[in-house]
């Protein structure tokens, strides 16, 4: 699975699938997870699940109070969760929504998983509990106006945010994407934004948050198109080491980079190959499905 790592938006009413939201503040992302569980409802929520590592966000909230799993079934799924995100740098906290007396509540409860996976019955104290694994530090928040200046901003703010973070070789690299992100939002949603900057080990994660739910759209290389725009995108896509969008919690949606020394392989990740509808309608409101291959 290679990025760009793209989360539809999901409605409940189409039946099967799962909600992903990202809460920019809290650095918290839910996984909202909806229908009987199957062998199609595990694959995407494996898929969903490593999509959101690569965002790493503080902490993974499982919301499972729409799941039906009367056997529990679904347990190890969660506790593979669980063990993906203690063994990032730094971890990433995995915890369930789920009623207590479902099934799956009650086996995690008698497998002991509770003593390192929190399960608890309302979103409300899980997004409490939650914000809890925020980092106090090595993490920056800027409010920007949808102004061509904001390009320019962004980019100082990544440069002051190395040096202070001992970031120094990822400068050129955050400058890019941030720039690109930046100007994307402000053509394309122009309504207020948020830039945050946050480390990732010694990695750089930037998150730029707008008004517009609709997701970013990559035109193919040979796509007239791409004469005149869209090709912020392959170079965000050429200089990150993965980058990803999904809505945000707070309405619109967000888009994020993470930049660490290493690069992906240009044989295994060909840039131009592939096509995001941004427009809603079918190709934003699929019937419960992430996109295989495409992540």
């Known amino acids: 699975m290679q990025p760009p790592y793209l989360f539809d938006r999901f409605d409940p009413g189409q039946g099967e699938g799962i909600a992903a ?91 002991g998983a509770t003593r390192y ?10 997004h409490a509990a939650a914000a809890e694994w925020l980092p106090l530090t090595g993490r920056l928040q800027v409010r920007l106006a949808p102004e061509p200046s904001a390009a320019r901003v962004a980019r100082a703010v990544i440069s002051d945010v190395c040096s202070a973070w001992n ?17 994307n939002a402000v053509e394309h949603a122009a309504t207020q934004l948020t830039l945050t900057l946050s480390r990732r080990g010694q990695g750089l994660h930037l998150v730029v948050r707008d008004g517009d739910p609709r997701l970013p759209r990559i035109h193919p290389l040979d796509d007239p198109t791409c004469e005149v725009r869209g090709r912020g995108l392959h170079t965000v896509h050429a200089t990150a080491t993965a980058w990803g969008a999904m809505p945000s919690r707070t309405g619109g949606k967000v888009v994020w980079a993470t930049i660490w020394s290493w690069r992906r392989f240009p044989a295994e990740d060909p840039v131009g190959a592939v096509d995001f509808p941004a427009e809603s309608g079918p190709a934003l409101g699929f019937r419960g499905r992430l996109r295989p291959g495409r992540g």
Do not use: F, N, Y
């Open 21 to 111: 939201t990202l809460d920019v503040e809290s650095s918290v992302v839910t996984l909202a997870v909806h229908g009987s569980w199957g062998p199609h409802l595990r694959r995407d929520v494996h898929t969903a699940v490593h999509k959101t590592m690569s965002e790493h966000p503080a902490a993974l909230i499982l919301d499972l109070r729409a799941l039906a799993d009367p056997r529990g079934v679904s347990v190890p799924t969660w506790t593979t969760a669980r063990h993906h995100g203690a063994a990032m740098d730094p971890p990433v906290q995995v915890m369930v929504c789920a009623a207590a007396d479902s099934a799956v509540a009650l086996r995690l409860t008698r497998m």
């Open 117 to 126: 996976m929190p399960v608890i019955s309302t979103m409300a104290q899980a």
């Open 167 to 183: 970031l120094g070789d990822l400068r050129d690299r955050g400058r890019l994407v941030a720039s690109e992100l930046v100007s």
